[in-house]
């Protein structure tokens, strides 16, 4: 093992050793048998572990770190604001029907509050969020579901006292030792933001000052959000972010990169109309609309429902949902983005112009490095202003 894994296994072993020391929720309960409970062998149990060190890019030697972590997982207290949004977040995680081994970790760990799935209502569930803040002062992650109104307070009042969605985000992350903006909505927006945004709803990051991991997508994959937990229990740490504040190690590629139509990319066959032959031969979106070589995420190789399926897989073009404004910027979302007269220059990657070239030249000359490459040039142009925006 070289110096530097040595140095870092050495690291997270004393971090856990921390962990093991602090008081445990529920701590009868033991996530081996928990798994057994909902039909989840060890083995299975273990393949995750191995496929979670590999998704959080570290060396094979760290899985049983990794089981540490995801062993003392109810360690971590959690808890979860919903704003302005559908609830899809954590539907995608908790899917009661067939728990999947990210959903029964994230039900192991602390989860103080989360208005979605407790029993307390009005002015009890105000007081189980005081009680859980006043608890775990300076400890617990804070994670945010939906965009925030601002300055429009009608538009999302919440609780028996009717605070706003955005006094209630910067009460609860004022004490908060990490804070996660699940979704593309508490991300950049989102839906809400969408134009022409009458609820002028904002991302997180404008509404709170403290740093913020991005976990966007509209859902996020369960694995994307477990995988944060496991990161931040064994590094204590915030992980490297792109320059849209997104864990590299989830949103560092795109979604063309290692799509399984990629192939037909580079060979030029294309869907042409949804439903046609080619169609059935699972050629490339593309022509249809697909955003994915646009578009930063892990969707291609993590997949969703316990790894069953992902958008591309079901026959329809990634619609971008992991980038900001793609709602706006990525739609509408069954035609390339070359079919546009405007290309708004709010996108991320707003104006590359690919694509036009890619349609009035043939695709195949629009081979995989020369996207890579505009891309490549777009994002190591992006720059972060004061506010921690990204713009080109
Ligand atoms: Fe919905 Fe979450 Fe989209 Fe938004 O996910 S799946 S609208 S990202 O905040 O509930
Ligand atoms: Fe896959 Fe879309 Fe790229 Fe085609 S354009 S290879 S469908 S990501
Ligand atoms: Fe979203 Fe595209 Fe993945 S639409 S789920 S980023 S394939």
């Not at 965009?147 to 028996?160: K, R």
């Not at 904002?202 to 859902?219: H, M, R, T």
């Not at 399984?260 to 109309?273: C, L, P, Y």
Request: net charge negative; glycine share 8%.
């Amino acid at each position: 093992m070289a110096t530097h894994d040595d140095a870092l296994f050495k690291k997270i072993s004393e971090r856990l050793e921390v962990l093991k020391s602090l008081s445990a929720h529920n701590a009868d309960k033991d996530i081996h048998e928990e798994m057994t409970k909902k039909g989840i062998e060890r083995r299975d149990l273990m393949k995750w572990i191995g496929a979670m060190t590999a998704t959080l890019a570290l060396p094979a030697s760290f899985t049983p770190l990794v089981a540490q972590a995801v062993e003392m997982a109810n360690r971590l207290p959690v808890i979860w604001l919903h704003m302005a949004e559908c609830t899809g977040c954590s539907e995608s995680l908790l899917r009661s029907e067939d728990p999947s081994i990210d959903s029964i970790i994230f039900d192991y760990i602390n989860l103080e509050y989360h208005e979605t799935i407790m029993v307390a209502s009005g002015h009890q569930a105000d007081l189980s969020l005081e009680q859980a803040i006043e608890k775990h002062k300076g400890n617990y992650i804070l994670m945010v579901e939906g965009g925030i109104p601002q300055g429009t307070e009608y538009f999302l009042t919440m609780g028996a006292q009717g605070r706003t969605g955005a006094q209630e985000c910067i009460h609860a992350a004022k004490h908060a030792k990490a804070i996660f903006a699940i979704g593309t909505c508490s991300s950049f927006g989102g839906v809400q933001a969408a134009y022409p945004n009458p609820s002028n709803a904002q991302a997180l990051s404008k509404i709170i000052s403290q740093p913020i991991i991005n976990v966007p997508g509209c859902p996020p994959s369960e694995k994307n959000i477990v995988g944060n937990v496991i990161y931040f229990l064994m590094f204590d740490a915030l992980p490297r972010l792109d320059a849209f504040n997104r864990p590299t190690w989830a949103y560092g590629r795109r979604v063309h990169d290692l799509c399984e139509r990629r192939g037909h990319f580079d060979a030029g066959e294309f869907v042409q109309h949804f439903g046609d032959e080619n169609a059935k031969e699972g050629f490339c979106l593309y022509k249809v609309g697909c955003k994915g070589p646009y578009t930063f995420n892990n969707c291609s190789t993590l997949r969703f429902n316990s790894h069953t399926s992902w958008p591309i897989q079901a026959g329809h073009g990634c619609i971008g949902c992991s980038e900001p404004n793609f709602w706006d910027t990525m739609s509408p979302f069954e035609e390339p983005i070359s079919n546009r007269l405007i290309v708004p220059i709010t996108s991320a990657f707003g104006g590359a112009g690919a694509d036009k070239v890619a349609d009035s030249v043939g695709i195949i000359a629009l081979s995989a490095s020369a996207i890579g490459i505009a891309m490549h040039a777009l994002l190591a142009g992006l720059k972060k202003d004061d506010q921690g925006d990204a713009h080109v």
